[in-house]
T-cell receptor, first 114, second 116 residues
Framework: DTAVSQTPKYLVTQMGNDKSIKCEQN?????MYWYKQDSKKFLKIMFS???????INETVPNRFSPKSPDKAHLNLHINSLELGDSAVYFC?????????????FGNGTRLTVT | AQTVTQSQPEMSVQEAETVTLSCTYD???????LFWYKQPPSRQMILVIR??????QNATENRFSVNFQKAAKSFSLKISDSQLGDAAMYFC?????????????FGQGTELSVKP
């Protein structure tokens, strides 16, 4: 059973397009996250949601819009894609939004913008 | 600002030997948690070990152990009896305690290779 699943695994698209990445967790966790891993493998948080409520928004361009229809799902929509958006995007979840609960990561979505 | 620094971009170890990966962090918080995550070529992020700052005892998980020096803000990972499957990128990460959203701050990573 996959705990945190993301789709698609790979996404290749052209500049200016709009795309979405979906994430679902079956762990019953309250908090979900999006992280971005750049070409140098540096990982940085983008957003976190707790029970569908936005908790963290880390100075991400407005072209990125997370949506949480319920606490088991957190999708990422990206408008007007740019070359610099090419990266691996990880979804994650944790029991609570506290440091006590370790994060469980999905397998990542590699986004390539041409 | 809270930061995490891994000063070794790459490390190499012989199979069955021991290797230590370094990590330092900077914070003014007294309550926090530290983690080591492993990222093999499959890209999956796997939790290796966790340390609570309020615990003096160093965490251990089978062949993995940490040396947590709170005053020095150092958190190194020791891998004993290294195996080929340990080859991966290792990330040190910090998160403050309390209800601050569970935000993880990562170091730059250390690429570990294991020689047969």
């Amino acid at each position: 059973d996959t705990a945190v699943s993301q789709t698609p695994k790979y996404l290749v698209t052209q500049m200016g397009n709009d795309k979405s990445i979906k994430c679902e967790q079956n762990l019953g966790h309250d908090t979900m996250y999006w992280y971005k891993q750049d070409s140098k493998k540096f990982l940085k948080i983008m957003f976190s949601y707790n029970n569908k409520e936005l908790i963290i928004n880390e100075t991400v361009p407005n072209r990125f819009s997370p949506k949480s229809p319920d606490k088991a799902h957190l999708n990422l929509h990206i408008n007007s894609l740019e070359l610099g958006d090419s990266a691996v995007y990880f979804c994650a979840s944790s029991q609570t939004g506290t440091g006590f609960s370790p994060l469980h990561f999905g397998n990542g979505t590699r986004l390539t913008v041409t | 600002a809270q930061t995490v620094t891994q000063s070794q971009p790459e490390m190499s170890v012989q199979e069955a030997e021991t290797v230590t990966l370094s990590c330092t962090y900077d914070t003014s918080e007294s309550d926090y948690y530290l983690f080591w995550y492993k990222q093999p070529p499959s890209r999956q992020m796997i939790l290796v070990i966790r340390q609570e700052a309020y615990k003096q005892q160093n965490a251990t998980e089978n062949r993995f152990s940490v040396n947590f020096q709170k005053a020095a803000k150092s958190f190194s990972l020791k891998i004993s009896d290294s195996q080929l499957g340990d080859a991966a990128m290792y990330f040190c990460a910090y998160t403050p305690g309390g209800n601050q959203g569970g935000k993880l701050i990562f170091g730059q990573g250390t690429e570990l290779s294991v020689k047969p």
